[in-house]
């Protein structure tokens, strides 16, 4: 079983850490446990203990972490650059093999490639090598009005435009030695864009490399159009179903 916590909110917070611990009392040990966040400090700040207790029982921890820094800081204004350090969950995870790296949302008409660069110079220094992109989806919930408000027209890219755009993406990365993955929104372009990898945020492949005894272990299907996942369970919660707030409250974020 794969598990996922969380992609419903950010795990970064007192409530989220409550939920996880009755989680661990209460559910089966999972064979792999992603941690997906934006402050991957708080992480290792807030999940030590339960982290070495999963790894004690067998479990194989990863952690995905969206790194949108400086550039995003008007989109993303609870977010404090010390929480992006990587080196104490590097540390506790067993290595930088152990954490993907995710530049997310790509916002037509605010993100440029000066902001990629910047994620990609500093996932490297931490010996991080691959990185998932996807382009924002302005059609969930209310993402088009909050960012209107928030001074940012939505620009409705071409094909031509979103092409050039990823061939960009992962030219800039190469010369960091970072490899780009899309995610679903953009996996359409896999094939058209060449060096784009396939959409498997959740990858067996992944899983099997630093624990061969997975290989094969993990399936399962994947949970949308596009996605090359295995299918994984998330211990997180929407707020609206009786989770907690996400501390993050970007400005892009379908999820408040």
Known sequence: MWVDFTRRNDPACREAHEHFVNCLQKKTTPRVLCFWTKTPNKVALFYEKEIKHLQDKGCLVLCQTTLNLSGYSRLEP????DDGRLDRLIEILGGPEYIRARFDPIIFGFTTPRMFEEHCRYISGYGIT???????VPSYKDVRMALEWAGIPVIEPTLERQIRTLETIVEIASKYGVQVA????????????????????????????????LKGVIKGRPSRK????VY????????????????????YCYAK
């Open 226 to 229: 596009g996605c090359g996942c």
């Open 130 to 136: 691959r990185t998932n992109v996807n382009f924002l």
């Open 78 to 81: 609870n977010i404090a650059p």
């Open 182 to 213: 899309a995610c679903a929104e953009t996996s359409a372009f896999v094939g058209k864009v060449p060096g784009l990898l396939p959409a498997r945020c959740s990858d067996p492949d992944w899983a099997a490399s630093l624990r061969p005894d």
């Open 232 to 251: 994984s369970d998330d211990w997180g919660i929407y707020r609206n179903r009786g989770g907690w707030k996400c501390p993050h409250q970007c400005v």
